[in-house]
């Protein structure tokens, strides 16, 4: 037990490598019952819009609608530093925003668009200029690939192995 009825516990997490996350529980605070998540339902229901900062809006609005394909913004608003596309029929659209000074691409949290094949898109992408990586395979899973908009931010696309 650390300070105050906080206990510490380590698992570790796989993603593309496994990581060891340490974590505080605080015993003083129950978790809700099972029963109370039944019946309260989750909190969120889906992904309605996920943010791309970029630093030159027309360029985005070219790459995200032309390029990538999104079509015209469905919402473009470029006094608020703002252009939102339909992300192809997903559940949740894409939208652009003009970033704040001192800012740097995003290569951490990423967006990932789903392809009917991976690797097809791979080459097509590249044959419309855009830096891809090559396609990672895993038999029976999935097959992904990160690409980069013209800003530096990493996207990913995934189809079923």
Request: net charge negative; charged share 15%.
């Amino acid at each position: 037990m650390g300070a105050a009825g906080r206990r510490q516990i380590q698992f570790t997490a796989l993603c593309t490598s496994p990581i060891k996350v340490a974590v505080q529980l605080d015993e003083r605070i129950s978790p809700p019952t099972f029963a109370a998540m039944v019946t309260t339902g989750p909190l969120f229901r889906g992904i309605t819009v996920v943010s791309i900062s970029v630093t030159d809006l027309d360029r985005a609005r070219w790459f995200y609608g032309e390029v990538l394909g999104f079509g015209a913004p469905l919402y473009d608003l470029p006094d608020a530093g703002w252009i939102e596309f339909s992300a192809g029929g997903a559940d949740g659209n894409v939208s652009v925003t003009l970033a704040a000074d001192g800012w740097t691409p995003s290569t951490g949290t990423t967006l990932v668009l789903t392809v009917e094949d991976c690797q097809a898109a791979v080459v097509e992408l590249r044959r419309r200029g855009v830096q891809c990586e090559d396609a990672q395979v895993f038999p029976g899973f999935v097959t992904f690939a990160s690409f980069y908009d013209p800003f530096g931010n990493r996207l990913q696309m995934c189809s079923p192995a």
